[in-house]
């Protein structure tokens, strides 16, 4: 994982040439299925490297535009930083930061090691409701029973487990 890491933050900041065409390809290229396999939470480092980049742009606002728009394309409109990956010996989970005040109703699906969750964010008040779209594609790693899936909210936390599949020896 930290030759992982190294090696994305060598390539960003001493690799990549200041004339790279930066479109899809290239974020599609800088965070493939290796970096998902390799990082232990890959939305929160891909959130990192694309603010370090950005930052070491000409054009940082233009940057940030267009990895934006490669990410909404790829996952979806939940910001990466709120995006948290963890596991333990029995299971993945996934977990996005929400506000405390809303109640995610969603719907899991998996699908070639790709989690998609579908829903709203709702959030009630006494005179009114808000809903907002969830929308969101996330790689998960092998090995994981899609059948096991289950998600609850704590305080700002919603939470989803995804068991792993039992190995036999």
């Not at 890491?5 to 690799?15: A, E, K, P």
């Not at 709203?120 to 092998?142: A, F, G, H, T, W």
Request: glycine share 2%.
């Amino acid at each position: 994982m930290i030759r992982a890491v190294f090696l994305s933050f060598l390539l960003i900041t001493g690799c990549a040439s200041t004339t790279q065409q930066i479109d899809a390809a290239y974020f599609d290229n800088l965070f493939s299925p290796a970096f998902f396999a390799e990082t232990s939470d890959p939305f929160q480092e891909m959130h990192r490297i694309a603010e370090v980049e950005a930052a070491s742009t000409k054009e940082p606002k233009r940057y940030r535009n267009t990895f934006n728009a490669w990410y909404w394309d790829r996952y979806g409109q939940y910001p990466a930083e709120n995006i948290h990956y963890r596991e333990d010996d029995s299971a993945f989970y996934v977990t996005l930061d929400v506000d405390a005040n809303d109640n995610p109703t969603v719907n899991l699906k998996m699908v070639e090691n790709v989690l998609m969750i579908s829903g709203q964010l709702i959030r009630k008040s006494r005179y009114s409701e808000r809903r907002l779209r969830l929308q969101q594609n996330l790689p998960v790693p092998d090995g994981l029973n899609p059948t096991s899936m289950f998600s609850w909210k704590n305080g700002e936390d919603f939470i989803i487990r995804i068991d792993k599949l039992e190995t036999t020896s």
